[in-house]
């Protein structure tokens, strides 16, 4: 028997909230990808745990992918099991998120240890490195006008004169540039790359945290509605 009236409506706003759910898990995916990719090709960073994050995104997006589908067949065949699956479901999900909102809280600090050593290892291995790994850090440096890890003296060991920075560090770039200029700051920045990086990556979380709190409002809708609508089935059933 087909749920009527005001239960009617909560059956088409679960499915309503199930598209948005199934839209942010495809949202959550791509994030995830991306933040993976700009870590570990764009800034360099190799530090595993540095992992975490993007591919716990990845994850909780592939299971919100398919939960949300699984909801949308629930509410629009009006299935008390599956409804009632998908309820449970997306409760496990919220606490899955707190946990991962507390954890990413107290190692918050961590950010800064991570991109202190990848800058470290990345001036390290820039000298014997390949063509494509030095211009990804020459880009870096660039785009982000700043020259080594703390400062210019971090190239010390780049030239044989202990006074000589990648032309990436110059303010104006040109062949030859960082030849025995490191400490002068009118041709080459000063300011290293470690505190622009790490403002950066602490900014772009601020707008995930955003992001995950509109989802986690959205996913307690869709439990409320979801129980709302098992109450109006097995109500139907009693009928029956």
Aim: proline residues 1%; contains cysteine; charged residues 15%.
């Amino acid at each position: 028997m087909a749920v009527e009236g005001g239960m009617k409506c909560v059956k088409y706003l679960l499915f309503f909230f199930n598209f948005i759910f199934w839209i942010c898990g495809l949202a959550l995916i791509v994030v995830g990808v991306l933040v993976q990719v700009s870590l570990h090709k764009s800034f360099l960073i190799r530090d595993a745990s540095a992992s975490a994050a993007p591919i716990f995104i990845i994850a909780v997006g592939v299971v919100i992918f398919f939960i949300a589908f699984f909801g949308c067949c629930g509410a629009w065949k009006e299935n008390h099991c599956m409804v009632t699956t998908f309820a449970v479901l997306l409760t496990l999900i919220i606490l899955a998120e707190i946990a991962a909102a507390i954890l990413g809280y107290v190692y918050r600090n961590k950010l800064s240890i991570v991109v202190q050593d990848s800058l470290t290892e990345m001036i390290s291995n820039y000298k014997n490195s390949s063509a494509e790994f030095k211009k990804t850090v020459d880009d870096l440096q660039e785009v982000w006008k700043c020259c080594g890890v703390n400062n210019a003296s971090d190239w010390k060991n780049y030239g044989e004169d202990k006074v000589t920075v990648p032309d990436s560090c110059c303010k104006n770039v040109t062949v030859g540039c960082g030849k025995g200029t490191m400490t002068d700051a009118n041709k080459v920045y000063q300011k290293g790359c470690h505190d622009a990086l790490e403002t950066f990556l602490k900014e772009n979380i601020q707008w995930v945290i955003v992001a995950a709190l509109v989802i986690a409002v959205l996913q307690i809708m869709g439990i409320v509605f979801s129980c709302l609508l098992m109450r109006g089935i097995r109500s139907g059933y009693e009928v029956m």
